[in-house]
Every structure is written in C-alpha cells, then in structure tokens.
C-alpha cells in the first residue's frame, strides 16, 4: 500500500513537472514557431545542400530550446505583471509553482543548449538563434510597458524562424532567407495588433502598449489593413523570380493571394466593427494563414 501510494505521488509529480514545463516554455507558441523553421528548411535544401534529418532533428530540437527559453526569461521579467492579468496570474511563475530561481537556471539551460544544437548545424543558425532571445528578452519584453514601437521591435526575433530553416540548410543569409523573414514580418503586425485588440483591457492592467496609436481605433484598424496588405505583397515575392532559388509557381501564387485576400477581408471587418469580437476573428485566421502560407509554399517546391 505504502508503494502504491508513492508511485502514485510520483505520478503526479512527474505529470505536474511536465506541465509546468510546457507552460512555462509555451509549448504551443514553440511548437508552432518550430514548424516555421522546419518549413524554411524544407524550401533550402536541394541539391547543392542535401536533405538531412539529422539535421532537421538538430533545428527542430535546438528551435524548440531557443523559444523555450525566450518565453521563460520573458516571464521571469513579467512574473509581477502577469499577476496583474486574467490571462496569465496561473502561470507557474505568478502562482508559485516555479520558483524564478529555477525558472532562470531552466532558461539558462535552454539557452546553452539550443545555441550548442544549433552551432552543430552551423554557426549562422546559431547567431541567429542567439540574436532572437536577446531580441525578444532584453529589448521587446522592457519596451512593452514603454511604448507602442515594442510590436516593431518585437517583429524581428519573431521573423527569425522561418528564416532560421533556409541558414540551417544552406548556411547561407540571402535573398531567399531575407524574403522569408520579410513575409513573416510583415505578418507580425496584424496578428499582434489582433491579440492587442481583445486582450487590450488585461494588458491594461499590467500597463502594455501593444496597440500602434494606443487606443482600440480606426487608425490603429487602419494600420493593421495596410500591413496586411505590405504581407500579401511579400507573400507573392517569389513569383517575380527576383529572390533567386525561391521560388513560386503561377498557380500557387494565385493561392497565397486568394489567402491574403482572405486575412484582409477580416482585417477590413475589424475596421468596420471596431470590436474584440472581430478582433479574435482576425487573429485566428491569421494563425491559419501562416501555417497555409508555409506548406503551400513548400508544397509548390515539391509538386513544381
């Protein structure tokens, strides 16, 4: 009876260790960050840089280490904050389940071991790793609670995934990279303005500035229609037959069009309805479309 009951608190233990580990990592925010590179890589090798999955496995691995670790020094230094707010008071830090001690020798240990992961690649995956946690945790996370241009700044760490995967293939950063983050950028904009929109009162109380004008108005629904459109304009890039080896087939570009179409669309309704509904809407579907955009995108190279 005795043994039953300690492998059952083992149990939970090791089930609630887990757990705080993905909350505090952010799994589902990794996870979808990490199928991003995985996309970028897939467009890079070719035969000039053959396909390895020891190598896919590496970026996934080491990807996943580098946004862990970026989500929990960010919540190390939001741990008051995120007190302050609905959406987050039950993370581990601000309930008390991880101490910041922990949480920073967990971080730290991310940090390590992504950038080791990802140097084995090669070391421009790895610099670029590096630059996006200290982009993310020493400069966006502080401008938060200062100014609206956190969003801007927060854009470039955010824009490094899917680029990350053509490095990783081809250690190499040019037009085709740059033409990858460029889509991913622009796509930063609307889908945090979204978020911004109908978390506006919650980030209110934590005092972030996350919405362009500050205020939840026409100029703020403006800007987030016209930044969807600068994302419909990267998206279609590779068709043009400027950004060298990516490249974009006619009919698939005529696809990542129709979907763009179908961003703006919610971006114009959130213009026109000026509410959080709308808001929610419009950031849904922008998760889909990035996910659409990078397996048409890869798919084309396989089917063209």
């Known amino acids: 009876m005795k043994v039953t009951l300690n492998a059952t608190e083992n149990k939970v233990s090791l089930k609630s260790i887990f757990a705080d580990f993905v909350a505090i ?23 000039f840089y053959p396909f390895s999955w020891v190598t896919l496995i590496l970026l996934t691995i080491g990807g996943y280490c580098m946004v862990g670790a970026s989500n929990v020094f960010n919540q190390i230094i939001e741990k008051e904050l995120d007190a302050l707010m609905d959406r987050t008071k ?62 801007f700044v ?24 740059g033409t ?39 100029k703020t629904a403006l800007q987030t229609i016209l930044y969807t459109v600068w994302l419909i304009i990267a998206s279609l890039l590779p068709v043009t037959g400027f950004t060298g080896s990516l490249k974009l087939s006619y009919v698939s570009a005529g696809i990542v069009f129709l979907l763009g179409l179908w961003m703006l669309v919610y971006a114009v309704k959130l213009y026109k309805q000026m509410d959080a509904k709308a808001a929610r809407k419009l950031m849904l579907v922008s998760v889909s479309y990035i996910s659409l955009l990078q397996v048409i995108y890869v798919l084309d190279k396989f089917i063209r």
């Open 25 to 47: 990592t952010k799994a589902r925010l990794a996870i979808s960050v990490v199928f991003s590179s995985v996309a970028g890589y897939l467009l890079g090798f070719s035969e």
């Open 90 to 151: 039950n993370r581990p830090l601000p309930s008390g389940k991880i101490s910041a001690r922990n949480a920073f020798l967990l971080g730290s240990a991310l940090t390590i071991l992504g950038i080791g992961i990802l140097y084995s690649i090669n070391p421009k995956t790895a610099m670029f790793g590096a630059i996006s946690i200290f982009l993310y945790t020493s400069i966006y996370t502080p401008l938060k609670r200062i100014t609206p241009l956190s969003v």
């Open 154 to 177: 927060g854009a470039f760490p955010g824009a490094i995934p899917f680029m990350l995967g053509w490095v990783a293939a081809t250690n190499d950063f040019g037009i085709e990279a």
């Open 180 to 218: 990858l983050f460029l889509v991913q950028f622009f796509w930063q904009f609307p889908h945090f303005w979204a978020i911004g929109w109908f978390l506006f009162d919650d980030y209110k109380k934590a005092g972030f500035f996350m919405l362009p004008t500050g205020k939840k108005d026409k």
